[in-house]
């Protein structure tokens, strides 16, 4: 019975997302509890690859509906608001959401791009923060995987990397297609995002395993929607959004 209700939750939480994006709450409160947790995630990304300067991350999750989108384009608002350049692609190209969280055309975009129908001018959008840049999926392609796997995708990165201090890539989750695989393996980092007590504890080692398979660099996981009592206090802090728990803590890859 709780593995239906979470089923439902999550629908609904995946539907509102792709409908209206995803809450920014490091640009709507950016003194709030929640943010300041964004930052403390920031400062121990930064910290977990001091011998390497990280240039590109991947945010995925084993599971749909698990919350990377929301971390993923939060980290990126926090970021910029650190005085960096910063671009997020939404490289899920089959149930995209940053068009519709930072209100920009989506018209064209990455699929735009890898089709070799728009240039790479075209495809970057300005946001509402100072710094940000996205480019948003553009249109449903027939073949995600096969035009992630290309060499223009591989081309596009060295190309965003050497104008961007940071490339923050949103990808699909790795249990349900080969996309996050693909992708990770292009990127300096990789971070799993994994919902306490909604993610199934063989799905996360199921996607750990799979990106291990293609020699990702996962930098660890990011917890979200911890409650305090599932927690026990740990954490701390305050309840944001009804859907995402305000608890976010970074767990570092274990050597």
């Known amino acids: 019975m709780a593995f239906n209700l979470f089923n439902r939750r999550k629908h609904k939480i995946d539907n509102t997302s792709l409908k209206y994006g995803v809450g920014l709450v490091t640009y709507t409160d950016p003194k709030g509890m929640i943010s300041e947790q964004f930052k403390t995630i920031r400062t121990n990304i930064q910290f977990s690859s001091?011998?390497?300067?990280?240039?590109?991350l991947l945010f995925t999750s084993s599971d749909p509906s698990e919350g990377k989108s929301t971390i993923s384009n939060n980290v990126a608002v926090t970021w910029a608001d650190q005085g960096s350049k910063v671009i997020l692609i939404d490289a899920d190209l089959r149930r995209p959401t940053v068009h519709k969280t930072f209100g920009v055309s989506n018209r064209l975009g990455l699929s735009n791009y890898l089709l070799g129908n728009a240039t790479l001018e075209e495809?970057?959008?300005?946001?509402?923060?100072?710094?940000?840049?996205?480019?948003?999926?553009?249109?449903?392609?027939?073949?995600?995987?096969?035009?992630?796997?290309?060499?223009?995708?591989?081309?596009?990165?060295?190309?965003?990397?050497?104008?961007?201090?940071?490339?923050?890539?949103?990808?699909p989750p790795v249990n349900t297609v080969t996309d996050a695989q693909v992708l990770a393996a292009r990127v300096d980092g990789t971070i799993l995002?994994?919902?306490?007590?909604?993610?199934?504890?063989?799905?996360?080692?199921?996607?750990?395993?799979?990106?291990?398979?293609?020699?990702?660099?996962?930098?660890?996981?990011?917890?979200?929607?911890?409650?305090?009592?599932?927690?026990g206090g740990y954490y701390g802090g305050s309840y944001y959004g009804g859907y995402y728990g305000g608890y976010y803590g970074t767990e570092k890859k274990k050597k």
Do not use: C, W
């Open 123 to 171: 495809i970057v959008q300005p946001t509402v923060v100072n710094g940000l840049y996205v480019i948003t999926s553009g249109p449903v392609p027939p073949n995600p995987a096969e035009l992630l796997g290309s060499l223009r995708t591989k081309d596009l990165l060295v190309r965003l990397t050497d104008k961007f201090d940071l490339v923050v890539l949103d990808a």
């Open 50 to 56: 001091v011998d390497k300067n990280l240039k590109s």
């Open 193 to 231: 995002v994994v919902p306490q007590g909604i993610a199934d504890k063989a799905g996360v080692m199921h996607a750990k395993e799979a990106l291990e398979t293609v020699n990702a660099n996962i930098l660890g996981a990011i917890m979200n929607r911890v409650t305090e009592q599932k927690s």
